[in-house]
């Protein structure tokens, strides 16, 4: 995606984002009529109360999807919380309630998961053509992934990411 960021200040995670690439175009300045035109998609997220409603507006005027980050209702798109540990993705979000909410649900759902899981993903992806031949019925896999998933087993990956247990638990042998 090209990303078009219009501020006429800089916070510092905007300058992060730009100085890894992630933002295309930095235009210093107010935001204007006009701003959006080509847009697929807009997010006002400005601290100025008055800015958010205007871009929301243009956007709705122009057919462009929007997210408003302080009123997520005045947009069309919510934006979850996420977050990623490896392979693990959790998004979580509260339907515009309110995002701090989202971002504690996120952080404490990564510390409930633990480190097990990055390595029982890892596996997973590495056996995935095995466990597509040893269980050919969804059921059977299901069950597979659900006894390496298990918590008791989650945490012998935890103290020892030896092959042997993930192997045993999905009934692989080894």
Known sequence: ???????????????RLRDQGRVSELNRRAYAPGDL????????????????PRVSRDAAAAGILCNVADAP????VVVPAAASRGRLTVAVATSGASPVAAALARDRTLVALG????RALDALAEL???LAA???????LRAAVERLLDPAVLAKLEADDGDSVVRDALG???
Not at 73 to 76: E, I, M, N, S, Y
Not at 115 to 118: D, F, I, L, Q, S
Request: glycine fraction near 10%.
């Open 128 to 130: 995935r053509p095995e």
């Open 37 to 52: 035109n080509g847009s697929l998609l807009a997010v006002a997220a400005t601290s100025d109360r008055d800015v958010n």
């Open 1 to 15: 995606a090209e990303v078009v960021v219009i501020s006429p200040e800089v916070t510092p995670g905007i300058a």
């Open 73 to 76: 209702a005045d947009g069309d």
């Open 172 to 174: 692989l042998g080894s």
């Open 134 to 140: 040893a269980y050919p019925e969804t059921a059977d």
């Open 115 to 118: 480190p097990g899981w990055e």
